[in-house]
T-cell receptor, first 117, second 111 residues
Framework: EAQVTQNPRYLITVTGKKLTVTCSQNMNHEYMSWYRQDPGLGLRQIYYSMNVEVTDKGDVPEGYKVSRKEKRNFPLILESPSPNQTSLYFC????????????????FGPGTRLTVT | LAKTTQPISMDSYEGQEVNITCSHNNIATNDYITWYQQFPSQGPRFIIQGYKTKVTNEVASLFIPADRKSSTLSLPRVSLSDTAVYYCLVGVRGGYQKVTFGTGTKLQVIP
């Protein structure tokens, strides 16, 4: 089954404790992206990756790191989480590297609900 | 950057047709218009995409006038399960890599 998976689905952690949220897709997609969703603010892009070893900042990259060593995986790293990073996180992928036009529609993972106390 | 404007929320009764309009005055020549649907605590799901005139699939129709400065997502005979947030996306920013979703339109279907 074609899908984007994220782990963990739920995570409660404390300020400053490094964590990684994994994302994996089995569709051989070039483009992968991380979003966070907060009430009243909609979906905001954190980082994206056009392909292996090619990543760039989205709208809200502060406090996050990513890496793309393999095409299928795009982990999100919080080196020193803070309470303002409490949010619902989504990973997404699309076939092509440009987010517009046929083949560019994004497929989203189920989400990771992160709470930082 | 093609900024989009959508109504914040809409209510509709079951069985009615719902039209959600998105305004995108600064749409560029190469931009496509894409709509996503999101249920609570789930990731957005692609619904439909178009460039001009009309596109129809098994879920919805998308109407785009000739000037392409707006688009209308049409959901025929909605049911309670269509209660969701609907996002209109147009083009991308900068080097065709960033994506901006906005806050979407929250559709509430009433029995």
């Amino acid at each position: 089954e074609a899908q984007v998976t994220q782990n963990p689905r739920y995570l409660i952690t404390v300020t400053g404790k490094k964590l990684t949220v994994t994302c994996s897709q089995n569709m051989n997609h070039e483009y992968m992206s991380w979003y966070r969703q907060d009430p009243g603010l909609g979906l905001r892009q954190i980082y994206y990756s056009m392909n292996v070893e090619v990543t760039d900042k989205g709208d809200v990259p502060e406090g996050y790191k990513v890496s793309r060593k393999e095409k299928r995986n795009f982990p999100l790293i919080l080196e020193s989480p803070s309470p303002n990073q409490t949010s619902l996180y989504f990973c997404a992928s699309s076939l092509k590297g440009q987010a517009g036009g046929p083949g560019h529609e994004q497929y989203f993972g189920p989400g990771t609900r992160l709470t930082v106390t | 950057l093609a900024k989009t404007t959508q109504p914040i929320s809409m209510d509709s009764y079951e069985g009615q047709e719902v039209n959600i309009t998105c305004s995108h005055n600064n749409i560029a020549t190469n931009d496509y218009i894409t709509w996503y649907q999101q249920f609570p605590s789930q990731g957005p799901r692609f619904i439909i995409q178009g460039y001009k005139t009309k596109v129809t699939n098994e879920v919805a129709s998308l109407f785009i006038p000739a000037d392409r400065k707006s688009s209308t997502l049409s959901l025929p005979r909605v049911s309670l399960s269509d209660t969701a947030v609907y996002y209109c996306l147009v083009g991308v920013r900068g080097g065709y890599q960033k994506v901006t979703f906005g806050t979407g339109t929250k559709l509430q279907v009433i029995p």
